[in-house]
């Protein structure tokens, strides 16, 4: 079981948060969140994926912020279409290729190997209240890497709330998802109740963010340790 730790905005806490080991760190791009986030990601461990959060942003600007952050993520969490994915996947294999072509010829002049960079994971993320319809689902299937299913409410992510988790028992895809929306310490119980009913079956992961906070942005480390150890080491 996979543990994303979203909104992160301050560099200590980054770090504190990146000694807990979590699988992705998520960094929202959104100048409407107040957890938006403009300054500069340290030097994380290779094995946490940094994650953008973007909300129906243009495909130049996600683009140059991969780049620019050095990405391994992309989490889409507006109204974007199964076709406007297609595009952004399309241009960053081309910039993949090109950056592969470049350090090729870099190592061959120095007599070294490369190293490819990764293939950008995509997340795409759906609100969900009391219920939900899963056929909006299939024009995404073969274009994304995970869903993200987060409590629709008045923000774009982080209200704090939960939805009815029941609705995933008619989730009916393979597609692997991260659950999402309002989970905390609390809910330590029912995340893993969750975790043994068969409407966990394909998820692979839960995304935290408001339920930790001291402030927006801001982690809580105790309370995100000890989640961890109750949750994710008991489910890995």
């Known amino acids: 079981m996979k543990l994303k730790v979203c909104g992160m905005k301050y560099v200590e806490n980054i770090l504190q948060v990146a000694e807990l080991q979590p699988d992705y760190l998520g960094f929202i791009f959104y100048e409407k969140s107040k957890r938006n986030f403009e300054g500069i990601i340290p030097e994380l461990s290779n094995s946490i994926k ?34 406007y994915i297609i595009k952004l996947k399309k241009q960053l294999a081309e910039n993949r290729a090109l950056f592969i ?9 120095k007599n070294q190997h490369y190293i490819s ?23 995404y299937l073969e274009v994304v890497d995970f869903f993200l299913f987060d409590t629709k409410g008045k923000e774009r992510g982080g ?59 801001l982690k809580n480390i105790e309370e995100l340790k000890s989640f961890k150890e109750s949750v994710i080491s008991n489910k890995m």
């Open 50 to 83: 940094k994650t953008g959060v973007f909300v129906n942003e243009y495909k130049e600007i996600v683009i140059s912020l991969v780049e620019e952050y050095r990405l391994d993520a992309i989490q889409l969490h507006g109204d974007e279409s199964a076709d």
């Open 159 to 217: 209200n704090g709330t939960k939805f009815d988790w029941s609705v995933l028992e008619k989730y009916p895809f393979e597609k692997p998802f991260f659950l999402s929306g309002g989970i905390g310490l609390e809910d330590v119980d029912n995340v893993l109740s969750f975790l043994r009913r068969q409407e966990s079956k394909h998820c692979i992961g839960l995304d935290v963010n408001s339920k930790f906070e001291i402030e927006p942005g």
């Open 117 to 139: 960079k990764n293939e950008i994971e995509i997340i795409k993320v759906f609100g969900i209240k009391n219920e939900f319809n899963f056929d909006v689902l299939k024009p």
């Open 101 to 109: 072509e470049e350090n090729k010829q870099i190592k061959k002049k």
